[in-house]
């Protein structure tokens, strides 16, 4: 039973994870709030946690004013979509033949694989290799293609696999079933946490992608959404300098929110991770356990 | 391999064609993403010219040119010192607060409270430090920010964070935890959900306190753990987080006193002065010198523990 003491050790610890879940969710909090304030407001009075004089004049420039943030938009679901199937398809397949102990090469493939965490090129080949040898600049696939594959989370599906009994696959196979089918049909079906968590950990890399945007894409046309805050950032007036008439026409002779612009992008951008997030939540964390505990 | 009959692997491969044909693509874009760039760590000892043959390895060699470069210049010195400073406070912090989470989120006892703590913990995982960088102006502006809102309402001068660069690695690891140290509890809790249930029971038979349990038992039995972070953590500490600087301060030079890391330095010299030599040198330089304090670090750990060690 639980002593006094005990009963104090359990309430700290209580307080110190509320304490810092409360300092995670305070300066997405303060965001939020702020992106729906008045920018006069805003510049007068400064940030707060409350709403003071409710504002929708950002959001209505971000999603009308321009066609940068729908494009930007488009570009970022798209190749969050097909990144992460691509992600989960080749993880998959490079992990689960590296947990079938029959495979005899298993222990060679995987070290060459370890050996990339090891050792890398750096940014100059890299940047070589996809500007001048596969000539993907300005080309949407280098914002999927290159992503798609690393070896920490081959060998985190790798562990998850290798807690699947091979009995399963062993009946299978004397059952007459080749290897794909036993893949298809019965592993994958099981591995499902490990599968959620991979495509989580894809879709958030694709989704917060602005990196290889930056290397490696001048097309406007092409800028994912982390990549257009970026440059709202540096640029005050990027989204505003290409106003269309009606939004200018509709603006009068208000004042651009240039800090709201950049609140309300940077909102909307993590609007679909805190609504699929709780979702997938449960999935992942099993995953992670099962995945990391066996090394 | 010794004793091995001739045809082995084509046997082997023809026995589990199916799997090999699976990791084939896989194993392709390693070759292709990971071991072809490697060829290009030769650029380090070329005059890079654009023109030249093999996409400009054919470009004259100048030997250790390129390093003497970058170690001539007084900026090495600073960016390898900046980097070296920045990386031990983040990764010290971050295994200090990971573990300190876990294990406090291992004692509560209320499960509802348990759950949305941890979510809300989780979320600035997936959060880019280019959205970071937006709600942190929230936070440290000089005229409009929250924190030197609080300051005032205090009493206290306000601090112009943009401009002052001493604040600037403890902010950056104040961030850092923000953002990451919640989901990298998740290791410790893995560790600890695996730690045998019948040694807590023999130790509360025996009268010890939860306190006792936690620095008896919990803590002492995430040595491992701790070992196998920090050695890979150590493997990229001479990587400076580009993302994460460069979205936060950009390219502001009233801070690249304490911020100008090895990275943000090598991509200036290639966007700026389009020095690809000296780049690729620098990256040489990082790549080299980061295995070898894998390696120490793991032969120090070996000494010490056996188990602990990686490899």
Redesign the interface.
């Known amino acids: 039973m ?2 006094a ?2 009963k104090a ?2 309430a ?3 307080i ?3 304490l ?6 305070m ?2 909090w ?2 939020l709030v ?1 992106s729906f304030t008045n920018e006069n407001t ?2 007068r009075e ?4 409350f709403v003071k004089d409710f504002d929708l004049t950002s959001y209505k420039l971000v999603f009308t004013g321009s066609s940068d943030v729908m494009n930007a938009y488009i570009v970022t679901i798209v190749t969050t979509f097909f990144g992460m199937a691509l992600t989960v398809l ?2 998959a ?2 992990a ?3 947990s ?1 102990e ?4 298993r222990s060679k ?1 995987s070290f ?2 370890y050996a ?1 965490m ?12 996809i500007s ?2 596969l000539h993907l600049r300005d080309n949407i696939l280098v914002l999927i293609i ?1 992503a ?2 690393n ?1 920490y989370n ?1 060998f985190l599906m790798r562990n998850y696999f290798a807690t699947i009994p091979p009995s399963l696959a062993e009946s299978a196979r004397i059952d007459g079933a ?3 089918t036993i ?1 298809a049909k019965i592993i994958l079906p099981l591995a499902k946490p490990i599968l959620a968590t991979i495509a989580l950990f894809a879709s ?1 890399g694709y ?2 992608e ?2 290889r945007v930056l290397l490696y894409i001048d097309n406007r046309k092409l800028f994912t959404l ?2 257009l ?2 440059r709202l ?2 640029q005050v007036d990027f989204l505003t300098s290409n106003l269309n008439a009606s939004a200018r026409a509709a603006l009068g002779n208000l004042t651009i929110p240039t ?1 709201g612009i ?2 309300a992008t ?1 909102m909307i ?2 609007g679909p ?2 609504l699929l ?2 979702i997938l ?1 449960r999935y992942f ?1 099993s995953g ?2 099962v995945g ?2 066996k ?1 | 391999m010794a004793g091995q009959k001739r045809g082995g692997f084509a046997k082997e491969i023809s026995r589990n064609k199916y799997l090999y044909l699976m990791m084939l693509p896989g194993i392709l874009f390693f070759l292709l993403f990971n071991y072809l760039p490697m060829a290009g760590l030769y650029f380090a000892f070329v005059k890079y010219h654009p023109l030249a043959p093999a996409f400009g390895l054919g470009s004259q060699f100048v030997g250790l040119k390129n390093f003497e470069y970058f170690f001539a210049s007084k900026d090495w010195l600073k960016i390898t010192a900046n980097t070296l400073f920045l990386n031990t406070v983040f990764i010290t912090s971050g295994i200090v607060v990971q573990l300190g989470l876990a294990v406090c989120l291992n004692e509560m006892t209320m499960k509802m409270a348990k759950k949305i703590s941890q979510t809300f913990m989780f979320l600035p995982n997936f959060i880019s430090w280019t959205v970071v960088s937006v709600m942190s102006i929230a936070l440290f502006s000089t005229d409009e920010g929250i924190i030197n809102h609080v300051l005032v309402l205090f009493g206290m001068t306000p601090i112009n964070f943009y401009q002052n660069a001493s604040v600037w690695p403890t902010l950056l690891a104040i961030l850092r935890i923000w953002k990451g140290a919640g989901f990298g509890s998740v290791i410790y809790l893995a560790s600890i959900a695996g730690i045998d249930a019948e040694i807590y029971e023999a130790a509360t038979i025996d009268g010890a306190s939860r306190l006792a349990r936690i620095f008896r038992i919990t803590i002492p039995m995430l040595k491992t753990t701790t070992a196998m972070l920090l050695i890979m953590n150590i493997g990229s500490i001479f990587y400076g987080d580009f993302g994460m600087i460069y979205a936060l301060i950009n390219d502001n030079p009233m801070l690249r006193s304490t911020t100008d890391v090895i990275d943000t330095y090598v991509y200036r010299a290639l966007r700026m002065y389009n020095d690809i030599g000296m780049s690729s040198a620098v990256g040489l330089f990082q790549s080299v010198i980061g295995f070898i304090t894998v390696v120490l670090a793991n032969r120090v750990i070996n000494k010490l523990d056996k188990e602990s060690a990686l490899f």
């Open positions: 639980d002593t003491a005990d050790v359990i700290a610890c209580s110190i994870c509320v810092f879940a409360a300092f995670c969710a300066p997405l303060v965001a702020s805003l510049i400064g940030y707060r946690l080749l993880t397949s490079l689960y033949p590296l079938v029959s495979v005899k090469y493939i060459f694989i990339t090891l050792f890398n090129g750096g940014l100059v080949p890299n940047y070589l290799l001048r040898f290159p798609a594959l070896a081959v080749t290897d794909i893949f958030m989704w917060n602005w990196y982390q990549f805050i970026m950032q540096q800090i950049r609140l940077a951008s993590i991770i805190v997030y709780p939540q964390i992670i356990m990391s505990v090394g």
